[in-house]
């Protein structure tokens, strides 16, 4: 079992940048895949970026690609997400999630056994 808890959200303006943190508690991360998506207002809750377990692999969703990065910390059961040059659109709740490596994709919501209860970010143009 993992618990995970995210912090670092807030209100921002466009052009800032803004790091996400991920506090997991329960067993080890090191070969889980972990993951962050977010929610915008009204909208279905989307894939951002993850990482593979035991590994530096990373994938990001196109929207976010070049502007937010990923990284890890097993030994501190910690994950990351540093965001810059924010824009508007990147308004939404911030989930960190974490599952076993499986056959179901990574930027899927279903590849995620534990999520986190999520972080708001608001960016004003």
């Known amino acids: 079992q993992v618990q995970l808890v995210e912090s670092g959200g807030g209100l921002v303006q466009a052009g800032d940048s803004l790091r996400l943190s991920c506090a997991a508690s329960?067993?080890?991360?090191?070969?889980?895949?972990m993951g962050w998506f977010r929610q915008p207002p009204g909208k279905e809750r989307e894939f951002v970026g993850s990482?593979?377990?035991?590994?530096?692999?990373?994938v990001y969703a196109d929207s976010v690609k070049g502007r937010f990065t990923i990284s890890r910390d097993d030994d501190k059961k910690m994950m990351y997400l540093q965001m810059i040059s924010l824009k508007p659109d990147d308004t939404a709740v911030y989930y960190c999630?974490?599952?076993?490596?499986?056959?179901?994709?990574?930027?899927?919501?279903?590849?995620?056994?534990?999520w986190g209860q999520g972080t708001q970010v608001n960016v004003s143009s």
């Open positions: 329960g067993r080890t991360l090191r070969f889980l895949t």
């Open positions: 999630a974490a599952g076993l490596q499986s056959t179901i994709p990574i930027r899927s919501t279903r590849a995620y056994s534990y």
């Open positions: 990482i593979w377990g035991n590994s530096d692999t990373k």
